[in-house]
T-cell receptor, first 114, second 110 residues
């Protein structure tokens, strides 16, 4: 176990709806990254938060947004859900904002969009 | 943009056979990380390689980082059924994001 938790475990939504996914980072970690993993693919970087500020973003549209709170937990919000948003959403925390720090992944939230 | 290519996509081996997955980049990497994802699970960090030509071992797993820091490999000796899963390499982009390869899914027949 990495100490990174995510909720909910599974979620079913319909097209056009909005969803909020939550992540609690490992104790002491101030950096959280979110990834989308479609079936049979590697995780794709969505964005990263460091001390409550967005620190980088992948090729995802603005309807993917996030927050990081003072306790370093984080949320991923997706508006106007599309069928292609069906995926495993992973958050990963790291101790520092560094290219050499290990990222510890949570168990993920499996989102199904019907 | 920076891409990390991983081959093969799938590998089926008989228990006891060896397994190797390869990771290649067109650009020089600052470091490379390897993850294992069991079916239905999440990526679990295995190791990080930083130095040119670095070789690290974890029991039956051997990780190598190329001299030019553009390629890496993971070799498993004498596979076991517990080795089943998808192995990903990942490299840090300059923006700080991890770029994952497509993964190699290993199936081991007992």
């Amino acid at each position: 176990e990495t100490g990174v938790t995510q909720s909910p475990t599974h979620l079913i939504k319909t097209r056009g709806q909005q969803v909020t996914l939550r992540c609690s980072s490992q104790s002491g970690h101030n950096t959280v990254s979110w990834y989308q993993q479609a079936l049979g693919q590697g995780p794709q970087f969505i964005f990263q938060y460091y001390r409550e500020e967005e620190n980088g973003r992948g090729n995802f549209p603005p309807r993917f947004s996030g927050l990081q709170f003072p306790n370093y937990s984080s949320e991923l919000n997706v508006n106007a859900l599309e069928l292609d948003d069906s995926a495993l959403y992973l958050c990963a925390s790291s101790l520092r904002l560094s290219s050499t720090d290990t990222q510890y992944f949570g168990p993920g939230t499996r989102l199904t969009v019907l | 943009g920076q891409q990390v290519m991983q081959i093969p996509q799938y590998q089926h081996v008989q228990e006891g056979e060896d397994f190797t997955t390869y990771c290649n980049s067109s650009t020089t990497l600052s470091n490379i990380q390897w993850y294992k994802q069991r079916p239905g699970g999440h990526p679990v960090f295995l190791i990080q390689l930083v130095k040119s030509g670095e070789v690290k071992k974890q029991k039956r797993l051997t990780f190598q980082f190329g001299e030019a820091k553009k390629n890496s490999s993971l070799h498993i000796t004498a596979t076991q059924t517990t080795d089943v899963g998808t192995y990903f390499c990942a490299a840090y982009h300059s923006t700080g994001k991890l770029i994952f390869g497509q993964g190699t899914t290993l199936q081991v027949k007992p």
